[in-house]
């Protein structure tokens, strides 16, 4: 299985394709393209799904936290909760 540029990232993100969620042509087109390309040289190679995650309103967190051993963890606290730009 192979995963799409496409993600659950805010469309601020500039690895995936943020156009697409902003609806900016030219390059929503030139990244629908992209993903197009991608499908079919997969199919082509006998790849056979491709898989994607989409959420329009992105992943709603609250800020970093340290955990166990130092980690830093994504959590989302309603209390802490930084809205997100739309």
Do not use: H, T
């Not at 192979?2 to 030219?26: A, H, R, Y």
């Amino acid at each position: 299985m192979v995963q799409l540029p496409v993600s659950c990232m805010l469309p601020d993100d500039e690895f995936n394709s943020p156009n697409i969620m902003l609806g900016k042509s030219p390059e929503r087109d030139r990244e629908i393209d992209v993903i197009q390309n991608i499908i079919r040289w997969c199919g082509e190679v006998g790849i056979p799904s491709v898989r994607y995650n989409l959420y329009i309103i992105g992943i709603p967190r609250s800020e970093r936290e340290e955990g166990r051993g130092g980690s830093s963890n994504e959590l989302f606290a309603g209390s802490k909760w930084i809205r997100m730009r739309l």
